[in-house]
């Protein structure tokens, strides 16, 4: 527990999803800010209630690798996994150091971890397939950008892209919009938290963001906001 209060007097907005949000906001509190929650998305099941991941994770040996690109898609894979005693792993491919903890927590070993925390990292290490059937299982969310799916069929590479949980918008309270707005920065970790928040209130306000990753850090500069960036998709990264 870091015990310096440097953060004290200073107002931070969390729009985490409230399951995901409880490390930050005790880390948080613990450096002596005000933290108000106001979560704009919430994680929930694929349209078909996981039945697809369900399939392909009964034949996880079709798959030379299995690449998981979030924290919530890990913990759905591995999820469903043990539902299924599916025992033989394909090589695992992930994006940040948060999502390999997830597989870490569970014995499971990860293989790849680019340095970039985002699909354009994660392609220019990927290697490339030995044969032309070489198959991956790729996991994310709904609605996600297509470049890392297109970028590893370019390369050759034969991709079943799975979707293992969607975000959706939860409804705002209008008093914490109001504490939200006139706090001292607002931390997004997600594009379309960015650009939820934008659509609710319409301005940059608080000026101040503090995003992880070069994607959600465009999005939000790209917005008017003064953005600080984090490298990492992790607590740890973030308040530092």
Known sequence: MNSKKTLLGKSLVITRSVEQSE?????????????ISFPLITITDPIDGGKELEEKVKHFDMYKWVIATSPNGAKRLLKMVEATGSI??????????????????SGITVDLIPEKTFS??????????????????????????????????????EVDKIVAYRNINTEVEMKLLLEAKNADAIIFTAPSAVNRYYEIVGTPQPLNAVCIGPITGESARTLGWK????????VKDLIE
């Open 88 to 105: 033989r792993w394909p090589k695992v491919a992930v994006i940040g150091r948060s999502t390999a903890e997830v597989f870490n927590e």
């Open 120 to 157: 354009e990292g994660l392609l220019e290490v990927f290697p490339a397939p030995v044969k032309e059937e070489d198959k991956i299982l790729l996991v994310q969310a709904e609605n996600v950008r297509p470049l890392l799916y297109e970028g590893l069929k370019n390369e050759g590479w």
């Open 227 to 234: 953005v600080f960036e984090a490298r990492e998709q992790s």
């Open 23 to 35: 490390s930050l906001f005790s880390e948080l509190v613990n450096l002596g800010a005000e933290v």
